[in-house]
C-alpha cells in the first residue's frame, strides 16, 4: 500500500515514510491509494477478536511495509495496561437506539489517548526504517487535549523530543494543568499569546520551513507531527468504529439497514476516521459533522463554500474550536476523484482568501454521505442536562454537542436507525461546564467542582484527573505568535 499527497500525487511513499514525515514537502497530505475492502470472512474473524487482536488486523492492512512482528510490537505496547478495563473503546448504551462510543479511558481522559498511545510506537518504527537514526522531534499544535495526549504518549520515548503549543486562553483549566505538569526528560510545553489557528498555522510554517529543516538536519535532528495531519494519527481511529460496529452486532443490534455515526468534529480527523470505516465495508448510512458555535463545517456541508472568514468563538467545547479543519483536505481529495491539481489550487484558495467553493458534483457527493448540525454553548448546557435527566448519563460538553446535532438529524430527516455517538472526553475534563449545566451551586475551585460534580451525579471521577490535584506547573512560558520558532530552538538548544 502506497501513500500519495493531496497536492501531487506523482509523490508516492511507504507508509513508514508517511508517518516519519507528516507531511508532504509541498504541503499536501499523504492518503493511502486505495482503501482496503473488508470481505464478510473479514468482518467474522474480526468479531473474534479483543481490540488489540482487531487493532494489528486493520493495521496491517494499512502498513503493509510493517513486518507482524512490528505491528504486534507497536499493538501491545499501546493497548496494554492504559485504558481501563484494557477496553479503549467501551459502548453505553442509552435508551434502545443511542450507543454512546466512550473513547476516554485512557491516560489523559480523551479520545486522542487512542491514536496517541499508539502513534509512538509506530514512528519509532517507522523512522528506523527511513530516517537513518536522526533524532525525531515531535511539533504539536493543541487546542487542549492533543498536547496533553501527545505528551504522555511521547514522554521518554527514546530518540524523540516533543514541543507542545497552546493557545494560552483557549484551553480549559484543567487541560492547562494537564499540560504543564507534564512529566519527562523530551518534553516542552509552551503556551502562546492567539487561538488554536495561529498555533496550527505557525507550526505548519515551521515545519514546512527548508532553513529551519536544514538548520534541525546539522543539529541531528528532524522533524515530524502528531497532529492528526499524520496518517499514524488517522489509522488507529478507524479501528475504534470498526471495533464499535463488532460490539453492536455482538449485543444483537438490528443493523440490516446500517446504522448512522455523529462525531463532534474539529479539525475533521475523527469523522474522517469513520468515513474510511465505511468505505472498508461497516455499514454507515449517514455521518453526521457535528460542529459548535465555530460552524465552518455546518456551513460548508450546507452550501459548498468554505468561508474561514468570520467571528472566532471561544466556547465550553475548546477543542472544537477551529475554523480550519485540516483533514477535510484528505476527504474532498477523494471526493476530487484525487484531482490534486483542484486540491492544491483550493488549499491556495484558504490561504490566501480564507474561502473556497467545492464544484457541484464535489458537493452533492458531500451531502450524500454527510449531515451537518451545529449548536452554541446554551445548546449545549442544555443537551447535558436533558440527557442527565433523561437516561441519567453525563457528558461532555463535546460529546453533548454531537447529541443535539444528532437530535436535529432525527427531527429533520425522521431516520431512526441505531446510532454511535462519539464521546470524546470525560465530563471532568470540563467540570466547570458541566456541572453548570445542572446547577447554580458552583464552587470556586477547579477541583471543589470536580467533587462536587462527582457528588451531584454519582459518577466515579477518572484517577488521571483525581491525580492531578497534587501536580504542580512546570512549565510557565508564554510566547508572541510570531516567536514560535524561537521557542523552537530554545526547547532544542540550537542557535
Ligand atoms: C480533538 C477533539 C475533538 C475534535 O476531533 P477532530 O478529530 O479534531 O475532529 C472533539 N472532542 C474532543 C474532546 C477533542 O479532544
Redesign the pocket.
Same mark, same amino acid.
Given at each position: 500500500m502506497n501513500y500519495v499527497s493531496t497536492r501531487n500525487n506523482s509523490v508516492k511513499v511507504s507508509a513508514a515514510y508517511a508517518i516519519a514525515h507528516g507531511i508532504s514537502a509541498e504541503g499536501g497530505l499523504y492518503v493511502p491509494e486505495s482503501i482496503p475492502a473488508l470481505t464478510a470472512d473479514d468482518f467474522a474473524a474480526l468479531s473474534k477478536l479483543d481490540y488489540k487482536g482487531k487493532a494489528e488486523f486493520i493495521l496491517k492492512k494499512y502498513l503493509t511495509d510493517f513486518t507482524d512482528a512490528e505491528i504486534t510490537h507497536c499493538v501491545n505496547g499501546a493497548y496494554t495496561g492504559s485504558f481501563d478495563d484494557e477496553k479503549p473503546a467501551a459502548i453505553a448504551q442509552l435508551g434502545d437506539k443511542i450507543n454512546i462510543l466512550e473513547l476516554w479511558h485512557g491516560p489523559t481522559c480523551?479520545?486522542?489517548d487512542l491514536a496517541l498511545q499508539l502513534l509512538p510506537y509506530l514512528l519509532t518504527t517507522s523512522t528506523k526504517k527511513v530516517a537513518d537514526g536522526k533524532k525525531t522531534v515531535i511539533l504539536v499544535a493543541t $487546542?487542549? *487535549? @492533543?498536547g496533553k495526549a501527545a505528551l504522555e504518549g511521547f514522554k521518554d520515548v527514546d530518540g524523540t523530543e516533543i514541543i507542545v503549543f497552546y493557545p494560552s486562553e483557549g484551553v480549559s483549566p484543567m487541560q492547562k494543568l494537564q499540560m504543564d505538569s507534564q512529566k519527562g526528560n523530551n518534553v516542552h510545553v509552551c503556551a502562546i499569546k492567539g487561538n488554536f489557528d495561529d498555533a496550527q498555522s505557525g507550526v505548519k510554517a515551521i515545519f514546512t520551513d527548508n532553513e529551519t529543516k536544514a538548520t534541525l538536519a546539522q543539529n541531528g535532528m528532524e522533524f515530524s507531527s502528531a497532529n &492528526?495531519i499524520n496518517w499514524g494519527r488517522l489509522v488507529p481511529q478507524i479501528i475504534y468504529y470498526i471495533s464499535a460496529y463488532c460490539d453492536m452486532l455482538a449485543k444483537g443490534d438490528d443493523l440490516s439497514n446500517g446504522f448512522n455515526i455523529v462525531?463532534? @468534529?474539529? %479539525?475533521?480527523?475523527?469523522?474522517l476516521a469513520a468515513y474510511y470505516a465505511k468505505e472498508m465495508g461497516v455499514p454507515v448510512n449517514k455521518l453526521v459533522c457535528a460542529s459548535n458555535a465555530n460552524k465552518v463545517l455546518t456551513d460548508f456541508i450546507n452550501t459548498g463554500v468554505y468561508d474561514r472568514n468570520r467571528n472566532f468563538y471561544t466556547t465550553i $467545547?475548546p &477543542?472544537?474550536d477551529?475554523l480550519i &479543519?485540516s %483533514?477535510l483536505e484528505r476527504m474532498l481529495y477523494i471526493l476530487a476523484d484525487g484531482d490534486d491539481k483542484y486540491i492544491a489550487d483550493i488549499q491556495s484558495q484558504l490561504a490566501n482568501d480564507g474561502k473556497f467553493t467545492v464544484k457541484e458534483s464535489i458537493l452533492n457527493k458531500l451531502q450524500t454521505l454527510f449531515y451537518g448540525a451545529c449548536c452554541d454553548d446554551n445548546g449545549t448546557l442544555k443537551t447535558i442536562k436533558d440527557t442527565f435527566d433523561k437516561y441519567g448519563y453525563l457528558c *461532555?460538553t463535546?460529546t453533548a454537542v454531537a447529541v443535539n446535532a444528532y437530535e436535529q438529524y432525527v427531527a429533520d430527516t425522521n431516520d431512526n436507525r441505531p446510532v454511535v455517538i462519539a464521546s @470524546?472526553?470525560s465530563p471532568y475534563k470540563f467540570a466547570k461546564s458541566v456541572i453548570s449545566a445542572l446547577t447554580d451551586q458552583i464552587p470556586n475551585s477547579e477541583f471543589d467542582t470536580v467533587d462536587a460534580l462527582s457528588g451531584l451525579t454519582n459518577t466515579a471521577v477518572p484517577t488521571p484527573i483525581a491525580e492531578l490535584k497534587t501536580a504542580t506547573a512546570r512549565f510557565k512560558d508564554i510566547y508572541e505568535k510570531q516567536d514560535m520558532y524561537k521557542a523552537v530552538c530554545k526547547c532544542l538548544d540550537i542557535k
Open positions: 480523551a479520545f486522542k $487546542s487542549g *487535549d @492533543t &492528526s462525531v463532534p @468534529t474539529g %479539525n475533521f480527523g475523527n469523522i $467545547s &477543542s472544537m477551529i &479543519s %483533514n *461532555d463535546h @470524546t472526553a
